[in-house]
């Protein structure tokens, strides 16, 4: 009772909306939290890890996430504590009050029927809560609100997971920035992309398929920084465009090889390599 469920655009419009004033709120709470990972309890982790970083999430429960043997793998520590990405959008790249695990599961519907409305619903489970970049927050939300429990697979009148992403981030950004455009959407639909994949059902987490493979970090962070490059001066005008939908295809393929199935039942197959191999077949239509 009391908790809702996400079947259509209109009801991730409300989300979006919803999680945007979230990101409103104010982000010095975190600072004496972030001083004291850095400074006092794991210096030797967090001290030179910039503001906006996927690492903080795992901040949050740290002697969890990090083992002793994982501990002493220097040359991990030295890829994983630092950024994977620099967010394409404005509204990907600020630093916001983070919810951290924002899942149907962590919502509370005030509304009658448990139903999706402004002004309805409460965020819980505050467990994962800190600052970091918006474009972490936004990729759980996209890439995990459709992996349901098998029993919430088949809701009568569920619109498609690319339709509904789309719909969240453009009720965002509705809120966090003026007009919107359709080319801002695109570029913070690619930061979700490559934001989910920080995550633990992502490429980085414990319980991904590379199991914390220093190489493929570097990979992805150098695939990322290479699609994710300023437009040539030289481009047609098509070009833009193009290329955005060329890599939400291919930032998607980051991430799906490697998504949660079910709540508590993980099946990652293929890995996150399906993104080269989309790469190499696309570009020369998206990045000609």
């Not at 609100?145 to 969240?168: I, N, Q």
């Not at 509705?174 to 994949?197: F, H, Q, R, S, W």
């Given at each position: ?34 001083d ?11 001290s ?22 994982l501990?002493?793998?220097e ?46 619903l ?46 969240f981030?453009?009720?965002y950004l ?11 959407v695109?570029?913070?639909?690619i ?25 493929e ?6 695939l ?26 291919r ?23 399906g993104?080269?191999?989309a ?10």
């Amino acid at each position: 009772e009391g908790q809702p469920r996400w079947r259509t655009t209109a009801d991730m419009r409300v989300l979006g909306r919803q999680v945007a004033k979230l990101h409103q709120l104010p982000t010095d709470w975190y600072d004496p939290f972030r001083d004291q990972l850095k400074h006092e309890l794991f210096p030797g982790l967090y001290s030179s890890t910039p503001d906006a970083c996927h690492v903080w999430w795992y901040a949050c429960r740290t002697e969890f996430m990090f083992d002793e043997e994982l501990m002493a793998d220097e040359e991990w520590k030295r890829s994983f504590f630092r950024p994977l990405f620099i967010p394409l959008s404005k509204a990907g790249g600020r630093l916001v009050t983070c919810h951290g695990d924002l899942h149907a599961g962590n919502f509370v519907s005030l509304a009658e029927g448990a139903a999706m409305e402004d002004g309805k619903l409460l965020f819980i489970d505050l467990e994962f809560a800190h600052v970091s970049n918006a474009a972490s927050d936004l990729g759980y939300v996209c890439f995990h609100y459709e992996d349901m429990p098998d029993k919430d697979k088949d809701l009568e009148g569920r619109e498609p997971p690319e339709a509904m992403r789309r719909a969240f981030l453009e009720s965002y950004l509705e809120v966090m920035e003026e007009n919107p455009t359709k080319e801002d959407v695109d570029t913070l639909y690619i930061d979700a992309c490559l934001g989910a994949c920080g995550h633990h059902f992502g490429l980085c987490g414990h319980q991904n398929v590379f199991g914390r493979d220093s190489n493929e970090l570097r990979r992805f962070r150098g695939l990322a920084e290479e699609n994710c490059a300023p437009r040539k001066q030289s481009a047609p005008p098509s070009w833009s465009s193009v290329r955005r939908a060329g890599l939400q295809r291919r930032a998607t393929s980051m991430f799906s090889r490697t998504r949660k199935s079910t709540r508590g039942c993980w099946r990652p197959s293929g890995g996150w390599a399906g993104f080269a191999v989309a790469k190499g077949r696309r570009r020369s239509d998206t990045l000609s």
